[in-house]
């Protein structure tokens, strides 16, 4: 988002876990990261910052009705991330390849028939609410580049016409795409 937004940021990676959280210390609410920070308001937990920098830079909705359907399809965006997630980061490798069989046949196909009918009701206009991109869109695309790093999970997106558009969509921003080009971003190829 902020990126989209051409918001001047500094991003810090964690590259040395255990020093920089005795450095940042009682700034971690709940001891963990991620955090941000601007001059108004010092945040942790993703969801958090995410509705913080939906409302601050034009990303929540048009209006009260539409922010709560970005609410809702952020939530889902985010459970399917968790679902990818535990499958590349939870799953032993000896159980890969079965769960990467279920993930691409039954997980991911269930939740991309509630994505697409979410895209359906808002018209096919390639954002899940509204008639311009949303935090929930950013959550999404994060998680289907997420899923297109997997063997298998282009031809998947594929299959979903209206999914695929929409992270065609994002992945096409210019300032999302100039970010993806400097490999900040860029999916990386996971493993079986």
Known sequence: ???????????????????????????????????????????????????????????NGANEA????????????NDFLGTLLGYTLGTPDDQKPAALRNLL??????????????LEKNGRNGYLVGNKM?????????????????????????TFPLVKQLHQTVGQCPRVKAYAARNVYAPKKAAL
Not at 66 to 77: L, M, N
């Open 1 to 59: 988002m902020l990126e989209d937004a051409g918001v001047d940021y500094a991003y810090v990676s964690a590259t040395n876990w255990p020093a920089l959280k005795q450095q940042l210390g009682d700034k971690l609410a709940f001891g963990q990261i991620p955090l941000y920070e601007d001059p108004d308001v010092r945040l942790v937990q993703s969801g958090s910052i995410a509705r913080y920098l939906a409302r601050k830079h034009g990303y």
């Open 66 to 77: 539409e922010a709560a359907r970005v609410d809702v399809a952020y939530e889902g965006a």
């Open 105 to 118: 046949s039954n997980q991911a196909p269930t939740q991309f028939q509630f994505f697409t009918a979410l």
């Open 134 to 158: 949303s935090y929930a869109d950013f959550a999404l695309y994060n998680a289907l580049n997420t899923l297109v790093s997997l063997p298998g999970g282009p031809a998947l997106l594929a």
